[in-house]
């Protein structure tokens, strides 16, 4: 259950990677949000949109070359000291999309998960560290005899509960999740949603959840932003989103979720945006209520609240 109290505050952060002299790709471009302690907030939208930038950008992988992020209370962005630093790495953690190739092969899940404990020197003799371990591998559904195993001897679903275990290890207020069903078979994305949502409740976390599932996102979110080449669109609660979406690349992902039942598929209709029209730079967030808000201009604004998307339309 989501408070008042903002955990994390993001005011136009720009991420871009220069590619040659003549082309830099803006892969975060402006963007501005905030995140309140204990709710899930998560980012939607396609391959490249820059979501995952996003998050590796919150917590230090990359540097952002532009805007300001406020860690509770803290300013994290921009140069930072040793203690910003531990403070980063003890208070906010990641879980990585592949669950392979996010964890080391030649290392036994025991050195693995408690590798953040070595870092930072939180443990003081091999027993203590040994049994946070133990203590936090049961809190992820996986035994004692699972800590000298190598990543090669467990399944998908298994491999991602030992990433959430690493994160898990330094007790963070905040993590960030990466894409971490996409790689699963069906039915195991649904047990590790299911722990995630246990251990929120359990330990009072927040979430940035990042994924291109739509059904997935509406089960575990309290708040959604959709992002498009860099930009958030659209952002509000779940219901804002998927029950009165004004961005046209909002109405356009929403109509490609399938139906599970076939005789409503068959009469599904797609909304298909038209990526030509698509020009950012003369757009602004606009408040369509308290929770609720769109990137838009003055004009499509007007047209777009008449219900008129036909310029967006191929």
């Given at each position: 259950m989501?408070?008042?109290?903002?955990?994390?505050?993001?005011?136009?952060?720009?991420?871009?990677?220069?590619?040659?002299?003549?082309?830099?790709?803006?892969?975060?471009?402006?963007?501005?949000?905030?995140?309140?302690?204990?709710?899930?907030f998560?980012?939607?939208?396609?391959?490249?949109?820059?979501?995952?930038?996003?998050?590796r950008t919150?917590?230090?992988?990359?540097?952002?070359?532009?805007?300001?992020?406020e860690?509770?209370?803290?300013?994290?962005?921009?140069?930072?000291?040793?203690?910003?630093?531990?403070?980063?790495?003890?208070?906010?953690?990641?879980?990585?999309?592949?669950?392979?190739?996010?964890?080391?092969?030649?290392?036994?899940?025991?050195?693995?998960?408690?590798?953040?404990?070595?870092?930072?020197?939180?443990?003081?003799n091999?027993?203590?560290?040994?049994?946070?371990?133990?203590?936090?591998l049961?809190?992820?559904?996986?035994?004692?005899?699972?800590?000298?195993r190598?990543?090669?001897?467990?399944?998908?679903?298994?491999?991602?509960?030992?990433?959430?275990a690493r994160?898990?290890?330094?007790?963070?207020?905040?993590?960030?999740?990466?894409?971490?069903?996409?790689?699963?078979?069906?039915s195991?994305?649904?047990?590790?949603i299911?722990?995630?949502?246990?251990?929120?409740?359990?330990l009072?976390?927040?979430?940035?959840?990042?994924?291109?599932?739509?059904?997935?996102?509406?089960?575990?979110?309290?708040?959604?932003?959709?992002?498009?080449?860099?930009?958030?669109?659209?952002?509000?609660?779940?219901?804002d989103v998927?029950?009165?979406?004004?961005?046209?690349?909002?109405?356009?992902?929403?109509?490609?979720?399938?139906h599970?039942?076939?005789?409503?598929?068959?009469?599904?209709?797609?909304?298909?945006?038209?990526?030509?029209?698509?020009?950012y730079?003369d757009?602004?967030?606009?408040?369509?209520?308290?929770?609720?808000?769109?990137?838009t201009?003055d004009?499509?604004f007007?047209?777009?609240?008449?219900?008129?998307?036909?310029?967006?339309l191929?």
């Amino acid at each position: 259950m989501s408070t008042n109290n903002v955990i994390l505050e993001v005011k136009n952060l720009k991420q871009f990677f220069r590619i040659d002299r003549k082309t830099t790709t803006r892969a975060v471009d402006d963007v501005s949000f905030k995140i309140y302690e204990g709710e899930t907030f998560s980012v939607v939208g396609e391959s490249g949109s820059g979501k995952s930038t996003l998050g590796r950008t919150l917590i230090r992988i990359y540097d952002g070359v532009g805007g300001d992020v406020e860690f509770m209370g803290k300013k994290i962005s921009g140069k930072i000291d040793k203690e910003t630093k531990h403070f980063i790495t003890t208070n906010m953690q990641m879980i990585f999309q592949d669950p392979m190739a996010s964890l080391n092969p030649r290392k036994k899940v025991l050195d693995t998960v408690a590798f953040g404990l070595d870092v930072n020197k939180l443990v003081s003799n091999p027993v203590e560290r040994k049994n946070k371990v133990i203590e936090v591998l049961k809190s992820v559904g996986l035994s004692e005899d699972h800590m000298n195993r190598f990543p090669h001897q467990f399944s998908g679903g298994q491999r991602q509960r030992i990433g959430v275990a690493r994160a898990l290890i330094l007790k963070p207020k905040f993590i960030i999740a990466d894409e971490i069903i996409s790689a699963l078979d069906v039915s195991i994305q649904a047990q590790v949603i299911n722990l995630m949502k246990k251990l929120q409740r359990e330990l009072g976390l927040t979430y940035l959840f990042i994924a291109h599932d739509l059904s997935m996102v509406r089960y575990i979110s309290d708040r959604v932003a959709v992002m498009h080449l860099g930009h958030i669109v659209e952002m509000g609660t779940v219901d804002d989103v998927y029950n009165n979406p004004m961005h046209p690349y909002t109405k356009s992902l929403l109509s490609a979720i399938p139906h599970p039942d076939p005789d409503s598929e068959k009469t599904r209709k797609r909304f298909v945006y038209d990526m030509s029209t698509v020009i950012y730079n003369d757009s602004h967030m606009v408040e369509l209520s308290e929770t609720h808000s769109v990137l838009t201009t003055d004009k499509d604004f007007e047209l777009w609240s008449n219900g008129d998307y036909s310029l967006s339309l191929k």
